[in-house]
């Protein structure tokens, strides 16, 4: 594993592994990614992004990082995908041992994979909360099914998905695809309700797994596979504040970050995110 800086720039007294309850994990793998590449790029631009926030957050009056965030060496970003998985599930289930909230940054959306199988290992009654353009649920792509196009594919063997923000799949994916447990973008755009649809599918325990391109270009243009019609700032967080409000959210991953150095923007709003989800987890 590599050293990665530190989230946040926080002093030792905040970052130590032993006082913290947050682990950051950066898996910097791009292996099977299939149009603009760069997300083995992307942890690294999130944590130099996140040197530059403000560690107050107004919305939840607190100040999160005072419970402590250690960030992790990064994940060896080389191989195959199912060996990247690997590595990811064996550094999230030691952290998890520990009693740490684990959080992954990715990388493609591949290494969601190992991070979801060691928390479906400790956790009983667990959904995954997928935010996405994709729905991801190809069983097989380029000869792997381990690829980034075949992630909830994966997941869904291990336990209940819960799918919003979709809208760009294949013909190939709709066999697999759950109607009754999908929010598509164009349903958002027009039913004022779709945050309650989306609790209503929920099991106790929920884990979240973001690709950033659930976002629209306009806020959100550096990821691999950009789609018109995404969600907003604040469409996101409205349904991420209800869901750590209403179940318990044991981990989360972002990932597909693909960083253009002449726009540092969607950087420090993946980085935001994160910090902003590390505040509802731990406002109380």
Excluded at 21 to 47: E, F, L, M, Q
Excluded at 217 to 235: F, K, N, R, V
Aim: glycine content about 8%; some cysteine; proline content about 5%.
């Amino acid at each position: 594993m590599r050293q990665t800086a530190n989230f946040g720039d926080l002093p030792e007294e905040y970052s130590a592994l032993d006082i913290a309850r947050v682990v950051i994990i950066p898996v910097p793998y791009d292996g099977t990614s299939t149009w603009i590449k760069g997300a083995d790029k992307g942890p690294a631009s999130i944590i130099e992004a996140s040197t530059h926030m403000e560690l107050y957050d107004i919305e939840t009056d607190s100040e999160v990082y005072k419970k402590g965030i250690f960030t992790a060496g990064s994940v060896d970003g080389k191989g195959p995908p199912e060996d990247v998985v690997k590595s990811v599930a064996e550094q999230v289930r030691h952290h998890l041992q520990n009693d740490k909230f684990v959080v992954v940054l990715g990388g493609e959306h591949s290494v969601s994979l190992g991070s979801v199988s060691a928390h479906v290992e400790k956790n009983a009654d667990i959904t995954v909360l997928q935010l996405d353009a994709h729905s991801d649920l190809r069983d097989e792509y380029e000869g792997s099914g381990y690829n980034h196009a075949c992630i909830m594919a994966r997941i869904k063997e291990l336990c209940p998905i819960v799918q919003v923000g979709i809208r760009s799949m294949d013909s190939s994916e709709k066999q697999a695809l759950d109607k009754n447990r999908v929010i598509f973008a164009g349903e958002i755009s027009t039913n004022k309700k779709w945050i309650e649809k989306v609790l209503s599918k929920l099991s106790h325990n929920v884990y979240v797994t973001i690709d950033l391109d659930v976002f629209d270009p306009s806020i959100m243009p550096s990821t691999g596979t950009p789609e018109p019609g995404g969600l907003l700032w604040y469409d996101v967080l409205g349904l991420m504040r209800t869901v750590f409000e209403n179940f318990n959210v044991v981990g989360f991953d972002i990932v597909e970050m693909c960083p253009d150095e002449r726009n540092k923007a969607p950087d420090f709003l993946a980085a935001k995110l994160l910090y902003k989800l590390l505040s509802y987890k731990f406002k109380d």
